[in-house]
């Protein structure tokens, strides 16, 4: 689900919206916690492995909702300047969700 933007004759560029993809930050956080609290079932190196996985999930997330938060602060006009920076983002955790062997 890569954050794309739509078409806004109104306001001009294509524009994202950015309640969806806080959504889909909040969902990703909820199933990383959920992935935590399974890594303590873990054997010790599957542990381990496991959760230097979720430790990268975690910080994708972090940087995902930055980008976000950056682009809040900068004023919804400015899509064009972030727009390829969130979509790094989003791609590199949506590729680490699909990569983490569970």
């Given at each position: 689900?890569?954050?794309?933007?739509?078409?806004?004759?109104a306001?001009?560029?294509l524009?994202?919206?950015?309640?969806?993809?806080?959504?889909?930050?909040t969902v990703w956080a909820?199933?990383?916690?959920?992935?935590?609290a399974k890594a303590g079932h873990a054997g010790v190196?599957?542990?381990?492995?496991?959760?230097?996985?979720?430790?990268d999930l975690k910080a994708k997330r972090v940087l995902a909702q930055?980008?976000?938060?950056?682009?809040?602060?900068?004023?919804r006009d400015k899509w064009e300047g972030h727009q390829a920076g969130?979509?790094?983002a989003w791609s590199d955790l949506e590729d680490a969700f699909a990569e983490l062997k569970l």
């Open positions: 689900m890569t954050p794309k933007g739509r078409k806004d004759t306001r001009g560029p524009e994202p919206n950015v309640d969806k993809m806080e959504a889909q930050l909820a199933k990383i916690d959920g992935l935590s190196r599957a542990g381990i492995e496991y959760r230097l996985s979720i430790d930055a980008k976000v938060d950056e682009y809040k602060a900068a004023g969130i979509e790094l």
